[in-house]
């Protein structure tokens, strides 16, 4: 991700102490809860009369705050190596999930989800509906950063690629891929179907 222009040049080093305590705080914060929230408006409203703060500030701050994985560097894959055959499919209702190969690259992996399934009806811009409405992301273990990259699609079929970081081994045997859709792109609407895929 490249990095935005500093707003100003000036800054003023009487504050770094306080500066550095408030990163140091904020990663007490984070340790103390992976999924934090934002405080309730009642707080917000205490908090900004107390410390002479304005309330939609300490929305805004807050909620950048519990959104922090959106702004973790972006690793592009360069330098391709190999295809790893997968072949991979699971069967969900009237719908297919097939993983047919890995691109191994040196400082990353791609893997892309196809999803096919039969219906001749399907104009494109019901297609682009449904797709807006759901959308699936790879968990592989804590080792590993999956980002979802392109997705698209056309009647009957749709694909999804997920950027893997560190780049996976060249023996994958034995690691498990799970899929899960969600109603939203920040994973916090799961709509409960979950795609495994266990590599032998």
């Known amino acids: 991700m490249k990095r935005k222009p500093r707003p100003t040049d000036h800054y003023d080093e009487n504050l770094i102490h306080i500066d550095e305590h408030i990163c140091a705080l904020l990663k007490l914060r984070k340790g103390l809860s992976n999924n934090p929230g934002i405080p309730s408006d009642d707080v917000i409203s205490e908090w900004a009369l107390k410390y002479e703060l304005y309330e939609d500030f300490l929305y805004q701050l807050f ?49 892309q989800l196809h999803i096919d399934w039969d219906e001749p009806d399907d104009s494109s811009i019901d297609l682009i509906s449904k797709c807006r409405n759901s959308n699936f992301e790879l968990f592989i273990s804590e080792e590993y950063d999956c980002r979802k990259g392109r997705a ?26 799970v899929f899960k859709e969600y109603n939203d792109n920040l994973k916090e609407k799961p709509t409960g179907l979950e795609i495994v895929m266990c590599l032998e």
């Open 152 to 177: 698209g699609g056309r009647q009957g079929y749709y694909s999804y690629s997920f950027i893997v970081t560190p780049p996976l081994p060249d023996e994958i045997s034995g690691f498990d891929f």
């Open 63 to 111: 909620g950048t705050m519990k959104y922090e994985n959106l702004f973790k560097s972006r690793i592009e894959p360069t330098g391709f190596r190999k295809n790893l055959s997968v072949l991979k499919s699971v069967e969900v209702g009237e719908r297919i999930y097939t993983v047919t190969v890995i691109k191994q690259y040196e400082n990353a992996s791609v893997i």
